[in-house]
């Protein structure tokens, strides 16, 4: 069974438009939850998430966490050509009792910004 | 869903010692696997591209000689870490590329992180 679960899997928007990607997760021992932007080469870190309610931003994107119902989301306004990539969520739990942990990553949501 | 798998999830080691990572594709055939170092907080860092039957791709920077590569199997790729150093210490992370049914979807691993005292 799949633990971190994006949706949509792919999306096509215009210049301009707003999008939200979700993020689903269910895991035991929860730390925090990352969202990653992944281009070419490496994923590039966008946010790390440990609280529920509080936004996090950085200038068009913003995240927030719900612990409760156990998910999250991305939102990026006024979407530009350049925002097209993979928008990977992870989510970090901890496995054992020395204090290590792990990371489980969705399939992404692959994202194409048209003009 | 496509699985990768990660051997060992953690380790610590004594300087100067050799370890051997582990990156499996569970239910799929990888012939590129990548190989990344994240640290806390920050964007993971590709080390090494893996193709199967072929010597690794190793990004700027990263010593050919002391990340080791190997990906003999259509399922398995390992990065051996050669006389490991505290610097070495850090979470690595592979991923397992699947091209079945003409997708190309990159599938992540839990990581394995390592400690060098």
């Known amino acids: 069974e799949d633990k971190v679960v994006q949706s949509p899997l792919s999306l096509v928007v215009h210049e301009g438009d707003t999008v939200t990607l979700n993020c689903s997760y269910e895991v035991t021992n929860f730390r925090s939850l990352l969202w990653y932007k992944q281009e070419k080469k490496a994923p590039t870190f966008l946010f790390m998430l440990?609280?529920?309610?509080i936004e996090k931003k950085s200038g068009r994107l913003s995240s927030i966490l719900d612990k409760k119902e156990l998910f999250s989301i991305l939102n990026i306004t006024a979407t530009q050509t350049g925002d097209s990539a993979v928008y990977l969520c992870a989510v970090e739990d901890l496995y054992s009792g020395a204090g290590s942990y792990q990371l489980t990553f969705g399939k992404g949501t692959k994202l194409s910004v048209i003009p | 869903g496509a699985v990768v798998s990660q051997h060992p999830s953690w380790v610590i080691c004594k300087s100067g010692t050799s370890v051997k990572i582990e990156c499996r594709s569970l239910?799929?055939?990888?012939?590129?696997m990548f190989w990344y170092r994240q640290f806390p907080k920050q964007s993971l860092m590709l080390m090494a591209t893996?193709?199967?039957?072929?010597?690794?791709?190793?990004e700027q920077g990263v010593e050919k000689d002391k990340f080791l590569i190997n990906h003999a199997s259509l399922t398995l790729s390992t990065l051996t870490v050669t006389s490991a150093h505290p610097e070495d210490s850090s979470f690595y992370i592979c991923?397992?590329?699947?091209?079945?049914?003409?997708?190309?979807?990159?599938?992540f691993g839990p990581g394995t992180r390592l400690l060098v005292l």
């Open positions: 440990t609280s529920s309610g």
């Open positions: 893996s193709n199967e039957g072929s010597k690794a791709t190793y």
């Open positions: 239910d799929f055939q990888a012939t590129t």
């Open positions: 991923s397992a590329r699947d091209i079945g049914l003409g997708r190309e979807t990159q599938y």
